[in-house]
């Protein structure tokens, strides 16, 4: 009887010490990196943290891009330089011009997306590229549309700067170049098209001042009489359409 017990009582110490020890063994064990299962479109495997980042990093810079570039701070520019002009103050306030400038930025780029879709996000839905390489073929067309818009003199400002060499063709020339070149190009743009647009109104307001100065009314300040002149005048010419119209063929 004694023997058996003893025989018991190794085996069940034998089974708790293999069982430990394989308890241990499975901690100890060195474990696969913890991450997803991703499979990209059309059933070929990405990167799930590289494609993460390259999505929120364009979501974070979106706001820059849209300002750096698209024709919106052109167009923001000039109905600013407008609502100065006929000395409305607030009216029509800032969020009516950031949309409107928005919707017009949309029309006139929607080219340029279309080939940015041709040439990058099909090719990426269906598994050709990955992230990283369709924002290079994505970043093309925008390059292409810059240069189009971008004076020479700026382009070759920010070579000089960068400490490039001149490329044989302007194509060649990276997004750190055309980038800043664009943008300063376009707000020279946009502060020609306002002053041009300043001056209809500046001769009204010169002409009001001088009228009410000769006729000794100086207790009623000029700019009183000649914002809503300069309304009515902006009305009769339909001057939403013609602005409007005038900015969208300059980018023709």
């Known amino acids: 009887m004694t023997l058996r017990l003893t025989i018991r009582t190794a085996l069940m110490a034998g089974s708790f010490l293999g069982s430990t020890g394989a308890s241990w063994a499975a901690v100890l064990r060195p474990r696969s990196p913890a991450g997803l299962s991703w499979m990209g479109p059309g059933g070929s495997s990405g990167s799930v943290p590289w494609n993460i980042v390259v999505l929120l990093t364009l979501l974070t810079l979106l706001p820059a891009l849209l300002l750096a570039m698209t ?6 520019v000039v109905f600013h330089f407008l609502r100065q002009a006929l000395g409305t103050q607030t009216a029509p306030s800032n969020q009516i011009l950031i949309g409107l400038a928005l919707i017009l930025t949309l029309f006139l780029m929607q080219p ?3 080939a940015i879709q041709h040439a990058a996000i099909l090719p990426y ?12 073929l994505g970043s093309a ?27 044989a063709r302007p194509e060649d020339l990276s997004m750190r170049v055309v980038m800043p070149a664009y943008i300063l190009s376009e707000l020279k743009a ?7 647009l300043y001056l209809p109104f500046l001769v009204v307001d010169m002409v009001v001042a001088a009228i009410t100065t000769s006729v000794g009314m100086l207790q009623l300040p000029p700019v009183v009489i000649s914002t809503p002149l300069k309304i009515l005048l902006f009305v009769m010419v339909d ?12 980018f023709g």
């Open 71 to 76: 024709p919106f701070a052109r167009l923001l």
């Open 112 to 114: 340029v997306m279309a």
């Open 239 to 250: 001057g939403w359409n013609l602005l409007v119209g005038s900015l969208l063929k300059s």
């Open 190 to 196: 946009g502060f020609q098209i306002g002053a041009a």
């Open 141 to 167: 067309p925008l390059r292409q549309f810059m240069l189009k818009y971008a004076r020479e003199k700026d382009l070759a400002l920010f070579l000089e700067l960068a400490k490039q060499p001149r490329p």
């Open 125 to 136: 839905e269906e598994g050709r590229v990955d992230a990283v390489r369709a924002v290079e």
